[in-house]
């Protein structure tokens, strides 16, 4: 069984940090990209960043690059969201997103390049989500 499982999130001031986890429950994170989006009400669904697999690039789109950074670690088979100097424009729910190998072989672009550019695959495994809130 192939989980992705979040926890963090919560409430927190304007110029604030806020670290949220992503771990895999039945597969090794390390063998797949994972992203990040999030979505307000009233907005789409848009990606904010990206470690790919392999070298383990990260990507970020411009709003967040500089204040937020994925990491892994291996050891806990988690991926981490460490979002820093946060904005009230920043509040959202937050879904962690793991690739899969079905589409290793597929005529689908690099995952980073797909959530940097907003873009979804209906292969990717889905976390339930994190409230993040952030006060002025």
């Known amino acids: 069984q192939l989980q992705v499982v979040q926890s963090g999130g919560g409430l927190v001031q304007a110029g604030g940090s806020l670290r949220l986890s992503c771990k895999g429950i039945?597969?090794?994170?390390?063998?797949?990209?994972v992203g990040w989006f999030r979505q307000s009400p009233g907005r789409e669904r848009e990606g904010v960043g990206c470690?790919?697999?392999?070298?383990?690039?990260?990507y970020y789109v411009d709003s967040v690059k500089g204040r937020f950074t994925v990491s892994r670690d291996n050891d806990k088979n988690t991926v981490y969201l460490q979002m820093d100097n946060l904005k009230p424009e920043d509040s959202a729910v937050y879904y962690c997103?793991?690739?899969?190998?079905?589409?290793?072989?597929?005529?689908?672009?690099?995952?980073?390049?797909?959530?940097?550019?907003?873009?979804?695959?209906?292969?990717?495994?889905w976390g339930q989500g994190s409230q993040v809130t952030v006060s002025p």
């Open positions: 997103v793991a690739e899969n190998p079905k589409t290793f072989k597929t005529t689908e672009p690099p995952m980073c390049t797909m959530v940097i550019g907003g873009d979804k695959s209906p292969y990717w495994h």
């Open positions: 039945g597969f090794i994170l390390d063998y797949y990209g």
């Open positions: 470690i790919s697999r392999g070298d383990g690039s990260a």
